[in-house]
């Protein structure tokens, strides 16, 4: 199959395209390749995936319309997957408008091309930040998520309504995600288990958000990627194929639906910190803090649709996803 990813220089658009690499299918990445973090980690996992014959990339922006365009246009796609975005919960709180033109322009972009090329299946990336300020636990997909208390959040949030509108108008089978905290080896350096790992090695304090009473649904890298893959051959119909799923997302009028990612498992902020200390055999310097504007103090997904739909659940236990990141970060950073 042609698969279009965009993102394949980030963090989760790496795992999957390997993933769809090792199972043969033909993939061209799309990647800006974006300074929000140095670039020279994004170059190397390009790097990697330009191992592979079958693997093509563009490296460009979202916002570059025709340029998107054109490489949509040479991969002849059955199926895009669109991951490239503006992430980060904290950026956008200073740099808000970083979001209107990857996440909002970026997005439309590529579901113009999504359009133009009648795909047979449109996946893409959403968060678990749009639950927002909902009480209610473990999130499901059939709850209202009205509340985001982020901009970046909103901006997914957004992603979602535009995707169900073209579905709907344009008959493009979509399914969304929405990803739970994701780490694992080569995760993104704005993100706690880097940025822990790293100040450790280096004696610096690690700042922890509200003294440590935060709680979150940390889902390892390669379960996500497997799930993904999975759902690459469950398109929603407009019509409702299969009933008996009484928690199912699926949109009323349209071929959308939104499915969680997540390991069902809420783990506190502080054990995760430990299994950090475990894996480098070495204690953290804790500088506690209030909560921080944007924050939400806890995730947890029903990730029980995901299941029912492929048959798959998430399931590696934090401590070892933990090990496995540590590994890779003494590798990659010589240390
Ligand atoms: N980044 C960061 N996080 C910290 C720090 N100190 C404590 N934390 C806490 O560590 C936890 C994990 O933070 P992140 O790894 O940054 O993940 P996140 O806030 O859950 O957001 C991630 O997951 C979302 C989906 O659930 C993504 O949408 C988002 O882009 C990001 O990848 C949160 O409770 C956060 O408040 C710090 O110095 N930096």
Not at 58 to 64: G, H, I, K, Q, V
Not at 179 to 191: K, L, Q
Not at 228 to 245: D, E, G, K
Not at 304 to 332: A, C, I
Request: aromatic residues 12%; hydrophobic residues 40%.
């Amino acid at each position: 199959m042609n698969i279009f990813i965009t993102g394949t220089a980030g963090f989760i658009g790496y795992h999957l395209a390997d993933l769809f690499l090792r199972q043969g299918h033909t993939v061209h990445g799309y990647d800006g390749i974006t300074d929000y973090y140095d670039i020279r980690l994004k170059q190397a996992r390009h790097q990697l995936l330009r191992q592979y014959p079958q693997f093509t990339a563009t490296e460009a922006l979202l916002e570059e319309d025709a340029v998107l365009q054109a490489a949509i246009d040479a991969c002849q796609p059955q199926v895009i997957i669109h991951l490239a975005a503006q992430a980060g919960v904290r950026y956008s709180i200073d740099n808000p408008r970083a979001y209107v033109d990857a996440n909002i322009v970026g997005t439309f972009n590529v579901m113009e091309g999504a359009r133009r090329h009648k795909v047979q299946h449109l996946l893409m990336a959403s968060t678990s930040s749009v639950y927002g300020a909902n009480k209610e636990m473990p999130y499901a997909e059939t709850h209202k998520a009205d509340t985001q208390i982020s901009f970046y959040a909103a901006t997914k949030k957004a992603n979602e309504a535009m995707a169900h509108s073209y579905a709907h108008i344009y008959g493009i089978a979509t399914t969304m995600f929405r990803f739970f905290t994701v780490y694992g080896p080569w995760g993104r350096p704005d993100m706690a288990l880097f940025k822990f790992t790293k100040n450790i090695l280096e004696g610096k304090p690690i700042d922890i958000y509200n003294h440590g009473d935060m709680w979150r649904d940390f889902t390892y890298v390669s379960d996500l990627v497997r799930g993904i893959a999975l759902l690459l051959n469950t398109a929603p119909s407009a019509v409702n194929a299969n009933p008996s799923i009484s928690n199912d997302s699926l949109s009323s009028v349209a071929p959308w639906r939104v499915v969680n990612i997540g390991n069902s498992q809420k783990v506190r902020l502080l054990d995760f910190v430990e299994a950090i200390e475990d894996s480098l055999n070495k204690k953290a310097i804790r500088n506690y803090m209030d909560m921080q504007p944007g924050d939400v103090p806890a995730t947890w997904a029903d990730a029980s649709l995901l299941n029912k739909l492929t048959g798959y659940k998430p399931k590696t236990d934090f401590k070892h996803g933990v090990k496995q990141f540590v590994e890779w970060y003494r590798e990659f950073y010589d240390c």
